[in-house]
């Protein structure tokens, strides 16, 4: 059974930054390109960011690029997302995605002063 646990979120003040883990279980991890999503309250669910079975292929929604980096420890079946200088846009419920059918249940990110 996949599962997958995200964890770092939490209140941060605009300019600031955190790092999100997600740990990956129950797949072969290495083999499997991750996402990060996130949902705003009261929006629809938007793509953030996506990194190849390698780590050595990464993409970004133009919303984050240059400020966001996507990360992987294929040996630790750990995924990760850098957010620096964050604005208040980026509050938002961030999510772990393997595929449409496998997604953490979320780590909150609110950017406010």
């Known amino acids: 059974e996949v599962e ?3 964890s770092g979120g939490g209140l941060v003040q605009p300019g600031g930054s955190l790092r999100l883990s997600c740990a990956a279980s129950g797949f072969i991890f290495s083999r499997s390109g991750m996402m990060w999503f996130r949902q705003a309250p009261g929006k ?4 953030v960011s996506t990194i190849n ?3 050595d292929s990464t993409y ?3 919303s984050v690029k240059d ?3 996507i990360s992987r420890d294929n040996a630790k079946n750990t995924l990760y997302l850098q957010l ?8 938002a419920m961030y999510y772990c995605v393997k595929d449409q059918a496998n997604r953490g249940q979320g780590t909150q990110v609110t950017v406010s002063s």
């Open 53 to 55: 079975s390698r780590g």
């Open 4 to 6: 997958l646990v995200e």
């Open 84 to 91: 620096n200088s964050l604005k208040t846009e980026d509050t």
């Open 44 to 47: 629809e669910l938007e793509w």
């Open 60 to 62: 970004y929604a133009d």
């Open 67 to 69: 400020r966001f980096t």
